[in-house]
């Protein structure tokens, strides 16, 4: 939300994040910097390794800042509100790491940079503001390098709450919670696994020093002093009906944190797969995808041009597209191969007949090759000779 321009804000008034982004104070998430540190280490940050990091919906950069600074990273800040990007962007300059520490503005479902360009991407509260989860982590995972680390940092609902009123919460909180196990699904469809969590909910990391609650709490985390200045821009932007809503908003979010409990605060660590089809093995097949698409050819003719394709024990973890298909599922039980396959074989060797209505006298082995699943070269024949009998 830029003082200039209500952006994302309800037109009702500014959400709790919103007024947080109006501060001119430096705040990190819950947790403090101890997070953070914790952030380094699943990571692997530090001196002796420099890393690229990705912070989307950055706020005003103290939390990437900070991961420069103390471990040495390169950072990448990315928020939808300029008014906080220029003084993210002022104070990495004032500290001297205008070198190390860059921000753009964009929205988190199109992002502003090439795939695979960073080793660890973070997503803070703030990512599903604007946009779908679904669409901001496929953004996150496209710019991760294949067994980079993704992180997210974000709100969880503890128990269940009827779907009106979260619609109605996250609006006041300018963020989207979801259930634990939603946020691990989207993670887990978007190819990041080695799934790591650890909730930073307040009473279940009493041990953790700094921490406060899941969420910011207005009411207690400015002084009168501070929240004056807030509301005075408030005013400037939604007017005095504005002002009116922030404190109701205030007072309803101080409830929701103090005493029902319902939210809670997780740290999910994950690793970007690596890609698994190989480039060679998907111009094997461009020939067979061509006559398919093209609607033209003989079954014949279809086997004719897959005969260099791997055997299907080379290639089935990687699920090569012949027909469009997506890579199987290795939990899933093998399915049939897609082309004829041959005939079993009797004890003596000579193939065994398809139908009653095969000729009397089959064709003989042949004494220099034992027949098996590999004779594909022999496909076309054998369907010559079932058109033969018909």
Known sequence: ?????????????????????????????????????????????????????????????????????????????????????????????????????????????????????????IGELGLTASADPERAIAELVRVTRPGGTLVLLQLVWTSPVPEDRRRRLAEILGVRPRMLARWRRLLEDAGVTDLHVADWSTDRAALRPGLGKPFPDFAELFSWREKLAILRRVRRVWGWSGVRSALERESTVHRLLTKERVLGFVLIKGVRTAAVTEVTEVTEVTEVTELTEAGSGTFAELHSATMDVPAPDQVAAEGLPLFGGEAADPSEPERP??????????????????????????????????????????????????????
């Open 1 to 121: 939300m830029s003082i200039d321009s209500p952006g994302i804000a309800p037109a009702s008034g500014p959400s709790i994040l919103d007024l947080l982004r109006l501060s001119p104070r430096e705040l990190l998430p819950p947790g403090g910097e101890e997070l953070y540190r914790e952030v380094a280490l699943l990571a692997g940050l530090g001196p002796e390794r420099p890393v690229e990091v990705i912070d989307v919906a950055c706020g005003d950069g103290a939390q990437l800042a900070f991961l420069v600074e103390e471990f040495g990273a390169q950072g990448a800040g990315v928020d939808t509100d300029p008014a906080v990007l220029s003084r993210a962007d002022a104070r990495s300059r004032t500290r001297g790491l205008g070198d190390r520490l860059q921000f753009q503005e964009a929205p988190p479902h199109a992002l502003p940079y090439r795939d695979e360009v960073f080793d660890v991407a």
């Open 337 to 390: 191969a897609t082309r004829p396959a041959t005939r079993p074989a009797t004890r003596s060797g000579t193939p065994e007949p398809h139908a009653p209505t095969r000729r009397p006298q089959p064709q003989a082995p042949r004494p220099d090759r034992k027949p098996g699943p590999d004779q594909v070269q022999d496909l076309p024949l054998f369907t010559e000779e079932r058109e033969a009998t018909r």
